[in-house]
């Protein structure tokens, strides 16, 4: 069974294809539209022509817009300079740090062994 998605994925496929079939006849042989009643071949070409046209250049001036936008509103970054101070200050706690975490890992394994032998105790 088809699911929801390839079912959608499958109609734009097959409209896309009918567009695009339909656009490059109107192009090349526009004289087709008069069987179903539309005529003025010549401005039905340049219309085939122009709407495209127009969509693609609207794009891209929305595209160049919002790449404009999101410049002009973010925030300039740190200046690389700030960004090494503060790693060489984190580096130089670093090391305080550790000594602290190498205490309490040493005193956490003791605790442990007297858990375990009070339970063995509690065993015998």
Do not use: H
């Not at 959608?8 to 339909?22: T, Y």
């Not at 046209?53 to 200046?79: E, H, Q, R, S």
């Amino acid at each position: 069974m088809v699911s929801k998605d390839q079912a959608i994925g499958g109609v734009i496929l097959i409209v896309c294809v009918a567009i695009a079939v339909l656009y490059v006849v109107t192009l090349f042989y526009p004289e087709w539209l008069t069987i179903i009643g539309i005529s003025g071949a010549g401005d039905i070409r340049f219309w085939v022509v122009a709407v495209p046209v127009l969509i693609a250049f609207v794009g891209v001036m929305a595209i160049g817009a919002w790449i404009g936008w999101t410049m002009a509103t973010t925030p300039p970054p740190k200046p690389i300079e700030e960004i090494t101070s503060e790693l060489e200050e984190k580096k130089e706690e670093a090391p305080e740090t550790k000594e602290v975490e190498r205490t309490e890992t040493a005193a956490e394994p003791k605790e442990e062994e007297k858990k375990s032998e009070k339970k063995a105790k509690k065993e015998k």
